[in-house]
């Protein structure tokens, strides 16, 4: 997957698309895009057995202070 390719959405900010790296509930994995091949590695393992309380991810071709994407937590209906 290419990354450059995905826009940050349609109508950003009112409308953008989100890359989900850890899904909401999900096993206590950090998992990261590989920036070179665009695929989806395990990061580390968590140390405890935490849960995200929603799907986390990053907004694609932006930038942050820290250097990274920006980071999302996209909340939903259950």
Known sequence: ????????????????????????Q??????EVDKESG??????FMATAMF??????FVPNTLSEDGDPVDVLVVTPT
């Not at 997957?1 to 909401?24: R, T």
């Not at 695929?39 to 580390?44: E, F, G, K, P």
């Open 1 to 24: 997957m290419d990354l450059a390719k995905i826009p940050a959405g349609k109508a950003a900010p009112e409308d953008i698309f989100v890359v989900i790296e850890i899904p909401a």
């Open 52 to 57: 995200y309380p929603a799907n986390y991810g």
């Open 26 to 31: 999900g096993a206590p994995i950090k998992y």
């Open 39 to 44: 695929a989806l590695l395990v990061d580390r």
